[in-house]
C-alpha cells in the first residue's frame, strides 16, 4: 500500500510538473522571480533630507518615502490593484510636506490613454497631490510633467500638447497658460519663481521659450530654424543654457550616427533673448549629441561652470566648461560609459555610475568640477545606479546582483543598508540563484562581443542540452551581470534565471548597436535597417554554443523583445538550420514600414536603393527559408512596435505553412503595463520551449 502511494505521488507530481510549465523542479517559481517589488523614480526633497521612489510590485504600483535621519521607508500611497497604472514625475513641494505625481500613461496619436485591462470606464493621465502626513491623494488634474513654483503655490504641467497651470491648494480652477503653436515639453520654473521656460517642439525645428509671469508675456530665445533643447537656468535666472543642433534629415534616418553638423551650448540673457556660443563640438567623432540619464542635460554648478556630456572621444564623458566660454575639462577620463549622474549638494561635486574598471556591471563613482579626478564610491560583485546625494553626506542610489534583485539602497558612513528590505517576499529564492558568467565570443565576421551564461545549477557532467539565446531590445541597452536596472529587463533577467533553473543553458548576448561599449560599436556600421550588421553577432552566438560540450546542437532557441524580437524572427527566417524554435516578442519584420529608411533624396533611384536594403535586412524578406516555429506574443496599443507588424509576419508565415502559436494582448502597451501579462506571456514562452525544444532533464531527476 505505501509502495503504491509513493508511485500516485509520484504520477500527481509528474502531471502538475507538466501542467505548469512555471513550476520548477528546481523549486523556483515564475511567480516567485517576478514577485519582488521593483523599484524606480528615485528623488530627494530640496532639503535633502526626504527620499521618494516608486515600487512596482506584481503591478500595483505606490510611493513609498524614507526621512532622515533614520530613513525609516514606508508607503505614502496604498493602491491595490495590478490595473496598468504607471506613477511617474515624482516631484516634492518645496517645503517637503507632500509629493506630486503622475498616474496613467501618455496618450497614443489617436489620444488615447493606454487601457491594458479594457476597462469600459476607459482610462486617463492624472496628476495627484498626497501629503507626507498621510491621507488620501488628492486629485489636481489631468496632465502630466507637473512643475511646482519655488513657491509651493503653483503647479505647471502638460495638458495635450500646452502649457496649463493651476493653485496646489485647488481653491482655483486650472487654466491654459500658454495657446501656442507647437507642442509644450519640459517646463521648468526659474529659482526666483518668476518665469517658466518650456521648449516647443515644432517638427523640423524647436525653440526654447519662456514665459514671464508678472506679465503673461511669451518670449522665445534667440530663435533659429535649429533645434533648441535642454533648458537650464542659472542660479540667479537671469540666463538660461541650452543646447542646439542643426535639424539634418540624414539624422532622422534609422542607422548608424558617427557623425553630422556639430552641435553647440549657447548662453541666452532672459532680458533680452540673446545668446551666445559657449562651445561648439568637434567634427566628426562626438558631433552628434547623446544624452546621459540626469534630471538635466546641462548642470549649472557652482563658480558658474556648466558640466555636461559629450563623447569626443568615442565614449560617453562628462566635461565642464565656464558658462562665458573656453576649452571644456574632461572630468571622466577613461574607455568607459557614464550613465546616471547627479550634482551633489555643493554644486561642486558630480556623482555618476558608469562601467570603469567593469564593463559589464555599473557602479557608482563622484569627481570634483575643479579636480576631475574620479573617485569610486562603490565596488564590488553587484550593480549600482541612479545616485542622490543628501544632506550630511549620504548617498541613496538603487543596487543589485546576480542573485539579488533591485532595492533602494542608503550609503551612510561608509556602510551601506537597504531601505525596505521587508519588502522583499520571505520565499524569494536569492539562494538557488546562478550566477551568469561574463563570456566574449566572435561575431562571424570576427568583432568581439560580451555575453552572459546562465548555467543550470548542479549541472550533470556530460549531459548535451537544449540551449536558449537572448537578444535584448533597444538596441541601445546593455544586459548585465545582474538584475537590471530597467524595469523590462528586470524582468528578462528573471526569466533567464528561471530558464537556467529548468535545465537549459542560457546565452544573453550584447550584439552591436548596444551601449556600454563606446560609440563606434552602439553605432555600427551597417546595423538594423541599412544591413542587419548585428545578425553577425547572433550567428556567431550560435556557432559558440554549438562548439561547447553541454549543449545540444540541434536543439538551439531564441528568444527576445522590440529589437530582440526582430533578431529573433531574423534568425529563424534566415537560419532554420541553427535555431529549432523562438519566441518574439512585439518584434519588427519590415523597416520600410515601421521607420524612416528613404535617404534625403531627389533621386527616386537612390530611395528605392534604401527601401531594398531596408527590406533585405528585414525577417519578411527571407521567409522562403523560414522552418522552425515561433510564438509570436503582442499588445495590440503597441506604441513603440505597430502591432501590424506582427500582422503582416502572420500572413507570410501562413502563406509559408510555417507552425506558428499566437498571444494577443488586447489595449496592452509595448512594455507590458499589468503584471499579469508579464507572466502570461512568460509562462506561454516556457511552455513553447518545453514543447519545441524538449524539456531538458535536471540534477534533481
Not at 88 to 114: C, F, H, I, M
Not at 172 to 187: F, H, I, L
Not at 544 to 565: C, M, N, Q, T
Amino acid at each position: 500500500m505505501t509502495g503504491t502511494l509513493k508511485i500516485l505521488g509520484a504520477l500527481v507530481s509528474l502531471s502538475l510538473l507538466l501542467t505548469n510549465p512555471c513550476a520548477s523542479r528546481s523549486g523556483i517559481t515564475l511567480e516567485q522571480l517576478m514577485s519582488v517589488p521593483f523599484p524606480s523614480e528615485l528623488t530627494a526633497d530640496s532639503s535633502g533630507t526626504k527620499l521618494a521612489w516608486v515600487f512596482n510590485s506584481r503591478g500595483a504600483r505606490n510611493i513609498w518615502v524614507a526621512e532622515a535621519p533614520e530613513f525609516k521607508a514606508h508607503p505614502l500611497t496604498r493602491y491595490m490593484a495590478d490595473d496598468g497604472q504607471e506613477i511617474t514625475g515624482l516631484q516634492w513641494a518645496p517645503d517637503g510636506r507632500a509629493v506630486v505625481y503622475v498616474r496613467g500613461s501618455n496618450a497614443n496619436k489617436q489620444g488615447e490613454y493606454p487601457n491594458p485591462l479594457s476597462d469600459p470606464r476607459g482610462a486617463e493621465q492624472t496628476i495627484f497631490l498626497v501629503s507626507l502626513g498621510g491621507g488620501e491623494p488628492r486629485r489636481l488634474a489631468e496632465g502630466h510633467s507637473p512643475s511646482v513654483a519655488p513657491s509651493g503655490d503653483r503647479l505647471a504641467y502638460l495638458k495635450k500638447g500646452q502649457l496649463w497651470w493651476m493653485p496646489v491648494d485647488g481653491e482655483e480652477k486650472q487654466a491654459q497658460q500658454v495657446r501656442a503653436r507647437g507642442e509644450c515639453t519640459s517646463p521648468v520654473w526659474s529659482p526666483d519663481g518668476g518665469a517658466l521656460a518650456f521648449v516647443s517642439r515644432r517638427d523640423d525645428h524647436s525653440f526654447v521659450s519662456i514665459y514671464e509671469i508678472a506679465t503673461g508675456t511669451l518670449r522665445y530665445l534667440d530663435p533659429s530654424v535649429d533645434h533648441d533643447q535642454y533648458a537650464t537656468w542659472s542660479p540667479d535666472s537671469r540666463q538660461i543654457a541650452f543646447v542646439r543642433w542643426p535639424e539634418s534629415r540624414t539624422l532622422a534616418l534609422f542607422g548608424p550616427k558617427r557623425s553630422a553638423l556639430p552641435w553647440s551650448i549657447r548662453v541666452a540673457d532672459v532680458s533680452t533673448g540673446l545668446s551666445r556660443e559657449i562651445w561648439r563640438a568637434k567634427e566628426g567623432t562626438g558631433s552628434v549629441f547623446h544624452e546621459i540619464e540626469a534630471q538635466g542635460q546641462l548642470m549649472w554648478c557652482d563658480g558658474d561652470h556648466i558640466v555636461f556630456p559629450w563623447e569626443g572621444d568615442g565614449w560617453v564623458h562628462l566635461y565642464v566648461i565656464p558658462s562665458q566660454g573656453g576649452e571644456p575639462v574632461l572630468l571622466t577620463p577613461g574607455k568607459f560609459e557614464v550613465e546616471h549622474v547627479f550634482p551633489g549638494p555643493d554644486r561642486k561635486t558630480i556623482f555618476y555610475s558608469s562601467n570603469q574598471e567593469d564593463p559589464d556591471r555599473r557602479h557608482l563613482w563622484k569627481t570634483s568640477i575643479n579636480e576631475g579626478i574620479p573617485v569610486a564610491v562603490t565596488r564590488g560583485q553587484g550593480l549600482e545606479w541612479a545616485p542622490v546625494a543628501l544632506a550630511g553626506g549620504y548617498i541613496a542610489y538603487m543596487r543589485s546582483d546576480a542573485r539579488n534583485p533591485a532595492r533602494v539602497a542608503l550609503l551612510a558612513g561608509g556602510n551601506t543598508r537597504d531601505l525596505a528590505p521587508e519588502t522583499i517576499p520571505a520565499d524569494f529564492p536569492a539562494h538557488e540563484l546562478v550566477e551568469p558568467q561574463p563570456v566574449i565570443f566572435e561575431a562571424v565576421d570576427g568583432m568581439r562581443i560580451h555575453a552572459q551564461l546562465f548555467l543550470p545549477r548542479n549541472d550533470t557532467p556530460k549531459m548535451r542540452r537544449p540551449a536558449i539565446i537572448f537578444v535584448h531590445g533597444g538596441s541601445r541597452r546593455q544586459m548585465l551581470l545582474g538584475w537590471h536596472p530597467m524595469y523590462y529587463y528586470h524582468n528578462a533577467y528573471a526569466m533567464n534565471e528561471y530558464l537556467a533553473s529548468q535545465g537549459y543553458i542560457v546565452l544573453s548576448i550584447n550584439y552591436r548597436s548596444g551601449t556600454g561599449y563606446g560609440m563606434e560599436f552602439r553605432e555600427a556600421l551597417n546595423y538594423g535597417a541599412v544591413g542587419a550588421s548585428e545578425f553577425n553577432d547572433v550567428l556567431g552566438a550560435a556557432m559558440y554554443l554549438k562548439r561547447r560540450a553541454d549543449v545540444d546542437p540541434e536543439h538551439i532557441g531564441l528568444w527576445g523583445g522590440s529589437y530582440g524580437g526582430y533578431l529573433t524572427a531574423l534568425g529563424l527566417a534566415r537560419a532554420s538550420d541553427l535555431f529549432a524554435a523562438g519566441v518574439d516578442l512585439h518584434g519588427v519584420h519590415d523597416w520600410r514600414t515601421e521607420t524612416k529608411v528613404s535617404r534625403p533624396s531627389d533621386s527616386w533611384e537612390v530611395q528605392q536603393i534604401a527601401l531594398r536594403l531596408a527590406y533585405d535586412s528585414s525577417p519578411l524578406a527571407h521567409m522562403s527559408t523560414w522552418r522552425s516555429p515561433v510564438l509570436l506574443i503582442h499588445g495590440d496599443d503597441d506604441r513603440n512596435v505597430n502591432f501590424s507588424q506582427t500582422v503582416m509576419l502572420v500572413e507570410a508565415l501562413r502563406q509559408q505553412k510555417v507552425g506558428f502559436e499566437q498571444l494577443v494582448f488586447p489595449d496592452e502597451v509595448h512594455d507590458f503595463l499589468t503584471h499579469k501579462h508579464w507572466l502570461d506571456a512568460y509562462r506561454a514562452a516556457v511552455d513553447f520551449f518545453h514543447r519545441r525544444l524538449g524539456r531538458p532533464r535536471t540534477s534533481l531527476e
